[in-house]
């Protein structure tokens, strides 16, 4: 056929997989392009916390943490409980130190362990350690990116100009922030957290001449003798590819139609941006790709509205998950008023709301409501709403609990009761019922760090809150994959030519776990591994 323009490797989406299979192809010598289907770059990567999960690196190892892969792969199996993939797991332990450390040096992002910051199920998971795997990059000046700055997309969630050490100093998540500095790296357009992740890969992509073209749709990807050759664009234009086409385009929980199809929780809004709108999926699924369920995920997070928010035209959900529901003064409650998980937990929150009775037929806390007091609203707010600001008056408010209790459709005395039994926890300084506060990761990550336990405070200072919130997923479908990137069929045999990594691929090296940073090294090096193994097998 006629094409358009010519290249090696087309890498779609600009995060850090796309970012990441991009640098890594142009070092062994391809000539790459990158497609953005928005006119932003940077993608979900940008959103996120910009954890870099990666167990025994080079890092490490200079910081004298004692890890070896056979501890890693030992907390990844106890992550997966059975649901990861051994291959692709093992090359995620074999190659994620490789890939950070060709990314460290080769294309200068500049790494570095986040202090103090211990592995989630630090100590009850096999192989966890309470150190020296999560890591994050110095905060990058947005001006670096030149003529692409103002393209580089921002995170509504307002966490992307502290590093984790200046927000645990001040109290972590839930602590009081530096104002002065935050206000200081806006003017100057300084980002940290996945902001900072996104600038430094995007960078190494302009600084090796790969081109970058936003506002670009594929609309299929086009195959010859079962090969991946190229893609279409934008429905006209063809782009040939001599080694392949990798996919990193992300979730899909802007896309009503395929939550429906593919996750148990289908809520509206959704927690991401327009543009996830399963793109990739679709692409691949349309050449008989493998789609692979995630049963039981434990990525699934509760979230909430701010009535009138949205962004770029599309309401929002807001994540509350390692937030606002760990946070001191607040439980959770289901309908009939009583708890049923530790807060400070997201993990035990996700396994708990898929709670059924088949006797009433209806899930068990699902839906379920965070029930706050005016102690929680003075010092911290909820998200994008400052702290001891006026509450809006669509938030549910009420002098006493079972007042508030009626206006939101909940057992009055079992909230009354819940709070009661909770309060006198909190007292003692101990949850006897769920155990609150007792995962150093929750206390370190997610709490207020000012307080003798991060996320246990009284809920005794009217008035008193309540807010529905809703679980949110998106990815409990991707691509199915091997150890080097490859989407495989449905007949089981890789498809020649076409890769996939980041949010778009399943979590394989993860199962039904969640651990914050596996993400985007998973996306970081399995990019790096399409790359390696595009270069190396030009398609005939």
């Given at each position: 056929m006629q094409w358009d323009d010519e290249v090696d490797l087309i890498c779609l989406g600009s995060g850090i997989s796309g970012c990441a299979a991009a640098i890594a192809a142009a070092e062994a010598g391809l000539k790459v392009t990158l497609l953005e289907k928005s006119h932003k770059v940077g993608g979900t990567t940008t959103w996120s916390l910009g954890i870099v999960w990666i167990g025994n690196s080079h890092l490490a190892r200079a910081k004298g943490v004692n890890d070896t892969p056979a501890e890693s792969r030992a907390y990844l199996d106890y992550l997966g409980s059975g649901r990861n993939d051994p291959e692709v797991t093992q090359s995620f332990v074999d190659h994620a130190p490789e890939a950070l450390e060709f990314f460290e040096?080769?294309?200068?992002?500049?790494?570095?362990?986040?202090?103090?910051?211990?592995?989630?199920?630090?100590p009850a998971g096999e192989g966890s350690k309470p150190f020296?795997?999560?890591?994050?990059?110095?905060?990058f000046e947005g001006s670096s990116l030149g003529v692409r700055q103002k393209q580089l997309d921002l995170t509504p969630y307002r966490h992307g100009r502290m590093t984790f050490e200046e927000m645990a100093a001040r109290g972590g998540m839930a602590g009081q922030w530096d104002r002065d500095l935050i206000a200081e790296r806006e003017a100057k357009?300084?980002?940290?957290?996945?902001?900072?992740?996104?600038?430094y890969f995007l960078k190494a992509v302009i600084d090796r001449r790969v081109p970058i073209r936003t506002d670009i749709e594929v609309t299929r990807l086009i195959v010859d003798k079962g090969c991946v050759v190229g893609?279409?664009?934008?429905?006209?234009?063809?782009?040939?590819?001599?080694?392949?086409?990798?996919?990193?385009?992300?979730?899909?929980?802007?896309?009503?139609?395929l939550m429906g199809l593919f996750d148990e929780f289908n809520s509206w809004p959704p927690r991401g941006a327009p543009r996830n709108q399963g793109d990739g999926l679709i692409l691949a699924a349309e050449q008989g790709a493998a789609l692979k369920v995630m049963h039981w995920t434990l990525t699934t997070m509760l979230g909430y509205h701010v009535q009138g928010e949205s962004f770029d035209g599309q309401p929002l959900?807001?994540?509350a998950g390692s937030r606002e529901v760990a946070y001191p003064h607040c439980i959770l409650?289901?309908?009939?008023?009583?708890?049923?998980?530790?807060?400070s937990c997201f993990g035990e929150v996700a396994a708990k709301l898929r709670d059924f009775d088949v006797w009433t037929h209806r899930p068990v806390n699902v839906p379920c409501y965070l029930i706050f007091d005016g102690q929680y609203w003075a010092k911290y707010g909820l998200q994008p709403l400052a702290p001891g600001s006026e509450p809006?008056?669509?938030?549910?408010?009420?002098?006493?609990?079972?007042?508030?209790?009626?206006?939101?459709?909940?057992?009055?005395?079992?909230?009354?009761e819940t709070v009661e039994r909770f309060n006198g926890f909190v007292a003692a300084g101990q949850d006897e019922d769920f155990h609150r506060g007792r995962m150093p990761w929750s206390q370190q990550a997610s709490g207020d760090s000012s307080q003798k336990n991060a996320n246990l405070g009284s809920l005794s200072q009217p008035p008193f809150f309540g807010l529905e919130t809703k679980?949110?997923?998106?990815?409990?479908?991707?691509?199915?994959?091997?150890?080097?990137?490859?989407?495989?069929?449905?007949?089981?045999?890789?498809?020649?030519?076409?890769?996939?990594?980041?949010?778009?691929?399943?979590?394989?090296h993860v199962g039904v776990g969640y651990q914050a940073g596996l993400n985007l090294a998973g996306g970081m090096t399995f990019g790096f591994m399409a790359a390696q193994h595009a270069a190396r097998r030009p398609l005939t």
């Open positions: 040096k080769v294309a200068q992002v500049p790494f570095y362990l986040v202090e103090k910051l211990p592995d989630h199920y630090y020296g795997r999560s890591h994050q990059v110095r905060p357009d300084i980002r940290t957290f996945g902001g900072a992740v996104a600038g893609v279409e664009i934008n429905s006209s234009a063809t782009i040939r590819a001599s080694h392949g086409v990798v996919l990193a385009t992300g979730q899909y929980d802007s896309n009503p139609r959900m807001r994540g409650v289901n309908r009939a008023g009583r708890r049923f998980a530790d807060e809006p008056e669509w938030m549910q408010r009420a002098r006493t609990l079972p007042e508030l209790a009626n206006r939101l459709g909940v057992n009055a005395d079992g909230l009354s679980p949110t997923s998106g990815h409990a479908v991707g691509l199915l994959t091997n150890g080097n990137g490859q989407v495989i069929h449905l007949r089981g045999h890789a498809i020649p030519g076409l890769y996939a990594c980041g949010d778009v691929a399943a979590s394989l």
